[in-house]
Structures are given as structure tokens and as C-alpha cells.
């Protein structure tokens, strides 16, 4: 699939979510994510939607957008494994590491994340990146323990904020809140998420190491470009 004109990132982010259906089972249930790119990718869902069990999704967001399509969304509960999670990232590096939490459902991500064999990342060019950390990094927080945990981050060396939304804390899927945390570089992501994730009152840090990406999808200006890790 190639292009000779430059593409806007709205028009490689289609490029890739059409490019996802690939890896998509008949008769399977799909893992969906959440976010812009992912958007792309439910809208081309809706094309085989009939030769599809249905999806596990990672927001109230996205499941409603998958209803709206006809696409049946099962509870991650009802579903033992996943062939494929098919989701978007912030950040991706090299080796498949990503941060992800952008759009705040980290939590829910990481955990369909861990219920499939294969994490298709869908992203444009823009998203690739040697170190990770460029990208505030999300952390979802229980809310009694931001202040100690923002502390915590600071003494690392990054800048931490708690997540607004309309002049009060976002808060998330699960009731929690996110911090977001500038100035790192994450040079060892699997030793970064195994730390942060123990530190009291954290439910999940947007650092996937752990859940990382089997494959990736990099939209660019010559069409999709196909990274296996």
C-alpha cells in the first residue's frame, strides 16, 4: 500500500486502521482500544462486522461507538482470550515498548492487553521514538495518594500534574485520576513499569513494556510500514 502525495496524520491514521482489518479474525471476539486512530479502525470494523463474534472494549467511549456500528461488546469477564487487541500508542520505540493513557483508559487497556496473544499497535510516523518519555507519561492514580506519588516522580527528576478537565481532576473510566508526568526518559521500560506499578495508591502506569507490541502499523508517507517485534 503506497502513496505518492503527503498524507495529513488524520489520513494515515485511516491508512492504518484500514490496514488493521488484516489481522482481524472471522468469527473471533476482537480487542478494540481507545483513541483517534483507534476511531479509524472502528469505522472500518463496521465492514465485516457480520463476520465477527463481536469486541472487548477498553472505554465507554469506544464501546458506544462499536454499538452505534451494530458491534456487539462483550464484558473482558465473558472472554477467556484474545487473538488480537488492536490499539493505538502515544509512544512506541524500536522494541515494540510504548506509553500509552493519552486518552485516559490506560487501566482498561492494559488489561485486554494482557488478555491476547497479539497487540497489533496502530500509529502514524509521529508516534516513533528512540527513548521513550518525550510524551507526558499518564499514571493512573488512586486520588488520596497524588500528592505523594507526584512527589515521588519529582525526586526522579519529572515535572507532575494532575489531569484537568473543565478547571477540576479528570476523572477516569474506573474514578480515579491521572497524573502526567514530563521530563523523563525511559531508557529501561520493563524495570520503569515493574517499579512504578508497586508504588502505593498507583493503578496502572501508562508505561507498556510488559503488555508491549507484538506488531505496529506506522502510517507514513509511503503507506504503512510494517514493524515486527
Known sequence: MTTSNSLSQDQLKTLVGQAALEYVRPGEIVGVGTGSTVNKFIEALASMKDHIRGAVSSSVAST??????????FDANEVDSLSVYIDGAD???????MIKGGGAALTREKIIAALARRFVCIADESKLVDVLGQFPLPVEVIPMAA????????AMGGSASIRQKDGLPLVT????????VRGLAISEPLQFESAVN??????????????????CLLGTAQGVRKLEF
Open 173 to 180: 473510566d474506573n474514578g480515579q485520576h491521572i497524573i502526567d
Open 147 to 154: 500528592a505523594q506519588i507526584r512527589r515521588r516522580f519529582e
Open 64 to 73: 458506544e461507538r462499536l454499538r452505534a456500528l451494530g458491534i456487539t461488546v
Open 91 to 97: 509512544e512506541i520505540d524500536g522494541r515494540g515498548f
Open 198 to 215: 508497586q508504588w502505593p495508591g498507583v493503578v496502572t502506569v501508562g508505561v507498556f513494556a510488559h503488555q508491549k507490541a507484538s506488531l
